[in-house]
């Protein structure tokens, strides 16, 4: 007989209005995944491999219970995830000093199919403030974290996110410094919210997290994807990822604007000019990391030629967006 796993929840930390609670996860088999110190190669790659492995908890009971005693209830889907968008009546009440709306989620009734070691997972939405000048989305790969998306056959994204710990991984030269100057006010108060938006899978949310969280950068929701497979059934989304995210940021908060930083690797400089020639006052600029490499650069500065919506910068290093943002008035 094999021993039964206990359940998890992953909570992923999510974002919303005081008039709206959105909450997203995972309800797993616990793999025991742990990176904190595990910086040899087999640890590492036995965690990764136990992320992309997880055994998802379908059709699950999920109650998410506020702060005001207030509940509601969902069931995951058939990949575990579970969503709840809900409607808030005092959600100002339940801001908490760092602008979340803090919240509980648990299982029902599950446990008598599996062990459960501890049925409370503890998860919280953002709130941006209404102080905020504007706010920040960001790619993650080869934009603050050297991946290698434009290597031949994506080798080198292989290579550093299997054979390397997070905590063996440095951050692009400057970002910190730089994410962490846009996190601030003109008053030098951390209120301008910062989104991290890539197209890993929801499977490495955890490896990405304590990378963040390491190095120090802002704290934010970090918006990733469904891992697919080509056995996978699922309707192939028709929006590209990272355009859907970014839709969905402005959507919910069609008050802010926002400053939108990628690199010349992949698309981000097809979707950010697009989204920013629909929405020309909602985009203060944005940012392109280069890549170094000649033949995507050459694409890129073809689209930015032909662009002029709003500033756009082909950077190659972190000071040069920075001089840029201080001349526009974004940092001090």
């Known amino acids: 007989m094999f021993k039964k796993k206990p359940l998890r929840i992953n909570s992923y930390l ?31 790659l036995r965690n990764i491999y136990r992320q992309f492995e997880s055994d998802e908890i379908r059709n699950a009971n999920i109650e998410l219970k506020l702060s005001n005693g207030k509940n509601f ?10 969503h709840f968008d809900e409607i808030l009546s005092d959600g100002e009440k339940m801001v908490d000093k760092e602008g979340y709306i803090p919240y509980l989620i648990s299982y029902q009734n599950e446990g008598s199919k599996k062990i459960l070691q501890s049925n409370i997972f503890k998860g919280k939405m953002l709130v941006p403030s209404k102080e905020a000048a504007f706010g920040v989305i960001s790619d993650i790969d080869d934009t603050i974290l050297h991946t290698g998306v434009a290597s031949l056959f994506k080798w080198r994204v292989i290579a550093n996110t299997f054979f390397k710990n997070f905590d063996k991984r440095l951050p692009l030269e400057g970002t910190v410094q730089f994410y962490q100057k846009l996190k601030l006010s003109k008053e030098n108060i951390p209120v301008n ?3 991290y938006v890539s197209n890993s899978p929801w499977n490495l949310y955890d490896y990405l997290t304590a990378f963040l969280k390491k190095h120090y950068f802002p ?34 908060y069609p008050d802010l604007k926002f400053i939108l930083i990628g690199d010349s690797g992949e698309k981000d400089a097809d979707i950010y000019t697009e989204i920013a020639k629909k929405y020309p006052d909602r985009i203060l600029a944005i940012y392109l990391r280069s890549v170094n490499h000649r033949r995507k650069e050459k694409r890129i500065q073809k ?30």
Request: charge should be positive.
């Open 303 to 332: 689209i930015i030629n032909t662009y002029s919506t709003t500033p756009i910068l082909l950077v190659h290093s972190s000071l040069e967006a920075e001089s840029h943002a201080r001349q526009q008035g974004f940092i001090s």
């Open 73 to 82: 209830t969902t069931k995951t889907d058939a990949e575990g995830y579970y």
């Open 219 to 252: 704290e934010g929701p970090i918006l990733l994807r469904d891992f697919r497979t080509p056995f996978d059934k699922t309707p192939k989304p028709k929006i590209p990822h990272k355009q859907s995210e970014i839709l969905n940021l402005l959507n919910i």
């Open 14 to 44: 999510g974002y919303g209005t005081t008039k709206r609670l959105r909450a997203t996860g995972r309800a797993l088999e616990d793999e025991n995944v742990n990176f904190d110190g595990n910086t040899r190669t087999l640890k590492t």
């Open 193 to 195: 919210p910062i989104f």
